[in-house]
């Protein structure tokens, strides 16, 4: 749902539908172009005539930007799994919006006044049906997709926008999923901090897992929270879509050319941290003076590389 072809190009071909209509009539009509640009580009003519490509048209073009956002949501480096819950769930929601106003999306379609030429077009109630079939798709493909194990169902517990609903009602049924998903944490334990943080505001401001464990490490609360910064660390430290696994090895491509095939594991690992994290390397003071200093001042070596 998120590979293949790029989402933009229901919503540019919705939007400059009229100008591409016009640049094929062009080709078809003025004569100076070669026969098979001409068939080529009626065919395209007839095609934004049809009613029936114009209504999937419109449906695409007000479903693919969603799609554009999760796809963005997911392809970030701090994504944690309670960002992830949010993230889909938005985008159930925003596709189920669409499925309940799919009426008045034929009705505007209906109205567009779409000239069909050579053969009949589908009905509106068709329309209707197959659009909702496409949402019904997307919505249990998200769902497979996307699916959560017992050991991630405990970023529910992290949840900000839950945190007040939690201090009525404990997510006991949570609760116990997480502690058979990982038996090293003290149940009794965890569920004492975690009502403790569901009744202070100031934990309610963080926005997912890696934003209140910063908040723990900065207050020095660790031993305060422990079972709850055990928890945050597992959460933080699981990877959470292919993205990562995707760049590790868009950079071993880079890393591990023809010419450099012959290297040891540590100095592979090494290189490609560094170019992971590139950013976080030139965001560092005198790295590479300090680099240097260290690898000169290993062993003695025939060059002076330090001068004093």
Do not use: W
């Amino acid at each position: 749902m998120l590979g293949g072809i790029s989402t933009a190009v229901p919503s540019i071909v919705f939007e400059h539908r009229e100008d591409l209509m016009r640049c094929f009539q062009t080709i078809r009509d003025s004569g100076d172009f070669d026969p098979v640009a001409v068939r080529e580009a009626g065919a395209f003519a007839m095609l934004l005539e049809n009613q029936d490509f114009n209504f999937f048209l419109r449906l695409f073009h007000n479903i693919m930007p969603h799609v554009d956002i999760l796809y963005a949501k997911l392809q970030k480096k701090d994504i944690d799994s309670v960002h992830i819950r949010g993230s889909i769930q938005q985008f159930q929601q925003d596709i189920q919006k669409i499925r309940h106003s799919l009426l008045s999306l034929v009705d505007q379609c209906s109205e567009g006044g779409f000239q069909q030429k050579r053969r009949r077009s589908l009905s509106p109630e068709v329309h209707e049906q197959i659009a909702a079939e496409v949402c019904d798709t997307i919505l249990t493909h998200t769902l497979e997709r996307f699916s959560f194990t017992d050991h991630l169902v405990s970023a529910t517990f992290l949840q900000a926008d839950r945190f007040e609903q939690y201090t009525v009602a404990f997510p006991e049924d949570a609760l116990s999923r997480t502690l058979k998903a990982y038996p090293v944490l003290d149940g009794s334990k965890l569920k004492t901090e975690l009502s403790l943080i569901y009744s202070k505001d100031e934990f309610r401001a963080c926005c997912g897992a890696l934003d209140l464990l910063q908040l723990f490490m900065e207050n020095n609360l660790e031993e305060v929270f422990s079972e709850t910064v055990t928890l945050l660390k597992i959460l933080v430290t699981t990877p959470m879509t292919t993205a990562e696994a995707e760049r590790c090895f868009s950079t071993l491509k880079r890393i591990k050319t023809f010419l450099r095939n012959s290297m040891t594991q540590e100095r592979l690992n090494a290189l490609a941290m560094l170019s992971i994290e590139k950013r976080l390397v030139t965001e560092m003071t005198d790295f590479n003076q300090k680099v240097i200093e260290k690898f000169a001042s290993q062993k003695e070596r025939r060059a002076k590389f330090i001068f004093k």
